[in-house]
Structures are given as structure tokens and as C-alpha cells.
């Protein structure tokens, strides 16, 4: 893949300084020098090729209300891919991945409440079979912001 220095460019400016505003890519469009159009065709040429996964906003689920916890549960290997596809369903989780441990599948999970994500709980487990799932809410938030310099 290759990306030239517009590319790099243009994703300096959406990853740390997008502009909000009706027409945004037109703004992007004037930082880098190029035309609207050929922005949006960047863009959808990095998104197919892989190298934009997502290009959306980031918001603060406690200030919109929502709660959030990680969990770890132990899946047998061969129910791996059964597993994932149940808990993936559930609109609430934002992250789901796989770690070299005896807790080997991990996902975190947003609801509206405390209630709401133990009842949600129960369903995976019930859903799953896996009955043993460790519930670990956070207990102190940090925020890291990462931005790559391209």
C-alpha cells in the first residue's frame, strides 16, 4: 500500500483535527491543498484497501448516561468463533478480542445501567453456555489519546 504525502496528509487531519462543521471533508480539502472530491475519493480508496477501519466520533459514554465494564471469560477452543458471534451481536460491545491466557476471550460492554449490563451478563451466559464470566467494572478512568505521526 502505497500512501503519498497527500494520503498522509489527510489522515494527519482526520485523526487528531477533524473539523466539525456541515461540509467537513471540504475543510480537509483546503488544509491539504486538493479539491473536495478528491479527498472523498482518497478517503474511500484508503477505506477499501484497508487502511482506514473506521472514521467516526469518539464519545463519552458516562456523560451520555451509559455504564461500562470489561469482562474476561475462558472459551474451549473449538467454540471460539460460536462464542465471539454471540457476544458480537449485542449492540453494547465495543471491543471483543482474544489474549494468550487461561481467560482467553475479552469484551467490553456499555448499557444504560448497572442493571442493564448484569441482565446482559446473564443472557451471554446464557446464551453461551459459559456460565463463568468475570465481571470487572472500571474503577478509575484514563484517557489516552493516540495520535500517529505520519
Not at 486538493?34 to 463519552?60: A, C, D, P, T
Not at 449485542?90 to 487461561?102: A, D, P
Not at 449490563?117 to 484517557?143: C, M, S, W, Y
Amino acid at each position: 500500500m502505497n500512501l503519498d504525502r497527500i494520503d498522509r496528509k489527510i489522515l494527519q487531519v482526520i485523526q487528531s483535527d477533524f473539523p466539525l462543521m456541515e461540509r467537513p471533508y471540504l475543510q480537509v480539502a483546503e488544509s491539504v491543498g486538493i479539491s473536495e472530491g478528491e479527498v472523498l475519493e482518497r478517503i474511500g480508496r484508503m477505506q477499501e484497501e484497508g487502511l482506514i477501519r473506521r472514521l467516526g466520533g469518539l464519545f463519552n459514554s458516562r456523560k451520555l448516561g451509559y455504564t461500562g465494564t470489561l469482562c474476561a471469560l475462558r472459551v474451549p477452543h473449538e467454540d471460539i468463533e460460536r462464542v465471539a458471534g454471540i457476544i458480537n451481536e449485542y449492540h453494547g460491545v465495543t471491543h471483543n478480542y482474544l489474549r494468550n491466557h487461561e481467560y482467553n476471550m475479552w469484551f467490553t460492554m456499555l448499557a444504560e445501567s448497572e442493571n442493564k449490563l448484569d441482565e446482559l451478563l446473564t443472557e451471554i451466559r446464557q446464551k453461551t453456555g459459559i456460565t463463568q464470566i468475570l465481571n470487572l467494572p472500571a474503577v478509575n478512568l484514563f484517557k489516552v489519546r493516540v495520535n500517529f505521526n505520519l
